[in-house]
C-alpha cells in the first residue's frame, strides 16, 4: 500500500444507505477538505499520461479533472448530464450503481484524434465510464484511459472496460 493510496483510504468516508438503502456510498468530500491529500491526487492524475485534453464527468468527476488538467496543461472537458450544455451535442444513456442518467458532450469537443483522459471519482458498475468512453471515441478522440480515485472491485466496472485502459488510486 503506497502512503497515497494510505492517504485517499483514510480521507474517504462510508455513508451507508445513501442515496438508497444498500448502497454504501464513498464520500470523497473529506478528501477535498484536505488541501495536502487533494493536491496529491490532483498531481497524481496529472502525471499519469500526455494528453491534450482532460474529460470530468459530472459532478464529481469536474472536481478532480479540472485542476488535474490545469497541472498537467491539459485542456478540460466537461461531460455532463443531459440538457445542460448548451451547443449541439452528442449523447448516450446508461445504468450506474443506484439509478440511470443520459449524459452529454459537446460535439465539437475535440480535435479529431486527440489524446484524451477521462477521469472520475468513483468506478462502481462502470455503467457511467462506459457510456463516457463511448461518447468521447463517438466525438472523434482516442481514449488513452480512465483514472478514478476509487474502483469498487465488487462491482466489476472493469469487466465493462476491457478495450480501455483503467487506473485506479485505490481499489477496495
Ligand atoms: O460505475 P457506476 O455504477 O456508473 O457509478 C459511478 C458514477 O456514479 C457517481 O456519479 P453520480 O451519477 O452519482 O453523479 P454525481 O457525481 O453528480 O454525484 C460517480 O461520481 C460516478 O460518476
Ligand atoms: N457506492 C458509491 N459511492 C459513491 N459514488 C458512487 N457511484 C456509484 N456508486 C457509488
Given at each position: ?16 444507505d ?27 492524475l ?12 459530472e ?20 461531460v ?10 452528442l ?22 484524434g ?59
Open positions: 500500500m503506497t502512503e497515497l493510496s494510505n492517504l485517499i483510504l483514510d480521507r474517504i468516508r462510508d455513508v451507508p445513501y442515496p438508497k438503502p444498500g448502497v454504501l456510498f464513498k464520500d470523497i468530500t473529506p478528501l477535498l477538505a484536505d488541501p495536502v491529500a487533494f493536491a496529491a491526487v490532483t498531481d497524481e496529472a502525471g499519469m499520461y500526455e494528453v491534450d485534453k482532460i474529460v470530468g464527468i459532478a464529481r468527476g469536474f472536481i478532480l479533472a479540472a485542476p488535474a488538467a490545469l497541472r498537467a496543461g491539459a485542456g478540460f472537458v466537461p455532463r448530464k443531459k440538457g445542460k450544455l448548451p451547443s449541439e451535442t449523447e448516450e444513456s446508461y445504468d450506474l450503481e443506484y439509478g440511470s442518467a443520459v449524459i452529454e458532450v459537446h460535439r465539437d469537443a475535440f480535435v479529431p486527440e489524446r484524451v483522459l477521462i477521469v472520475d471519482d468513483v468506478l462502481a458498475t462502470g455503467g457511467t465510464a462506459r457510456a463516457a468512453v463511448e461518447l468521447v471515441r463517438r466525438a472523434g478522440a482516442d481514449v488513452v484511459a480512465l483514472a478514478v480515485l476509487m474502483e469498487l472491485a465488487f462491482l466489476k466496472g472493469r469487466e465493462r472496460l476491457t478495450d480501455v485502459e483503467v487506473r485506479s488510486l485505490v481499489v477496495v
